[in-house]
T-cell receptor, first 112, second 116 residues
Framework: KQEVTQIPAALSVPEGENLVLNCSFTDSAIYNLQWFRQDPGKGLTSLLLIQSSQREQTSGRLNASLDKSSGRSTLYIAASQPGDSATYLCAVSHQGAQKLVFGQGTRLTINP | EAGVVQSPRYKIIEKKQPVAFWCNPISGHNTLYWYLQNLGQGPELLIRYENEEAVDDSQLPKDRFSAERLKGVDSTLKIQPAELGDSAVYLC??????????????FGEGSRLTVL
C-alpha cells in the first residue's frame, strides 16, 4: 500500500527566503506525482505535475523535482512572498490505479 | 473554461438526516472522483468513475453512502443517515484520465459538511 509523507507538517519563514518542501513515498512504481496548493476553506489548486519519466517541472517561482528510485520529491519555492502562505500537498498515482494518494500536507506561513 | 463546480459549498444538518452533494466536472473529463478530507489531513478517495461506471468504490462506506453519475457527466454523492463523524469536506475532482491525458486532477472548491 502506497504511503505518502510530507515533512515538515508546518513551516514558517520570513518573506524573501527560498525554501524546500519535502515529499516521500514508499512505492516507487508511480505514474505521476502532483503538487497542490490549498488555501483555508478552499479546494485544491494544481501547481505542478511530474510524469514518472521526468525529473523536474518548473512554473514561475516553483520547481518540483522527482527521484523515483529514492521515493522522493521536493517543491522549491524561490523568493517567497506572503501570498505563498497556504497548505501544500503532494500526491502520487499508479499506472492502472488512476487515483491519487495524498500526503498530509505542509502548512506554510510566509511572514512579512 | 469553467472548472469543477460543486454545490452546496456549506451544509449544516442534524445527525440522522440525509444530505446530498452535487458535482459538475470540467467539460470533456470522463474521469470523476469524490474525495473526503478531514481537518488537517490529505484527501482520501471515496469513489472514482470512468464515464458512468464506478470503477473504484472500495473506500465508499456503502451502508450509508451512495453515489451516481447517470449520464457520465455530473455526479451526486449522498449520505443517509449522516453521523457526527461525517463532518468533513467532500471534494470532487475530474481528469482526462491516463489513456487520453496526463492524469492531472482538477478539484472543485469542496462541500463542507457539519453534522450536529
Amino acid at each position: 500500500k502506497q504511503e505518502v509523507t510530507q515533512i515538515p507538517a508546518a513551516l514558517s519563514v520570513p518573506e524573501g527566503e527560498n525554501l524546500v518542501l519535502n515529499c516521500s513515498f514508499t512505492d516507487s512504481a508511480i505514474y505521476n506525482l502532483q503538487w497542490f496548493r490549498q488555501d483555508p476553506g478552499k479546494g485544491l489548486t494544481s501547481l505542478l505535475l511530474i510524469q514518472s519519466s521526468q525529473r523536474e517541472q518548473t512554473s514561475g517561482r516553483l520547481n518540483a523535482s522527482l527521484d523515483k528510485s529514492s521515493g522522493r520529491s521536493t517543491l522549491y519555492i524561490a523568493a517567497s512572498q506572503p501570498g505563498d502562505s497556504a497548505t501544500y500537498l503532494c500526491a502520487v498515482s499508479h499506472q492502472g490505479a488512476q487515483k491519487l494518494v495524498f500526503g498530509q500536507g505542509t502548512r506554510l506561513t510566509i511572514n512579512p | 473554461e469553467a472548472g469543477v463546480v460543486q454545490s452546496p459549498r456549506y451544509k449544516i444538518i442534524e445527525k440522522k438526516q440525509p444530505v446530498a452533494f452535487w458535482c459538475n466536472p470540467i467539460s470533456g473529463h470522463n474521469t470523476l472522483y469524490w474525495y473526503l478530507q478531514n481537518l488537517g489531513q490529505g484527501p482520501e478517495l471515496l469513489i472514482r468513475y470512468e464515464n458512468e461506471e464506478a470503477v473504484d468504490d472500495s473506500q465508499l462506506p456503502k451502508d450509508r453512502f451512495s453515489a451516481e453519475r447517470l449520464k457520465g457527466v455530473d455526479s451526486t454523492l449522498k449520505i443517509q443517515p449522516a453521523e457526527l463523524g461525517d463532518s468533513a469536506v467532500y471534494l470532487c475532482a475530474s481528469s482526462l484520465g491516463m489513456r487520453t491525458g496526463t492524469g492531472e486532477l482538477f478539484f472543485g472548491e469542496g462541500s463542507r459538511l457539519t453534522v450536529l
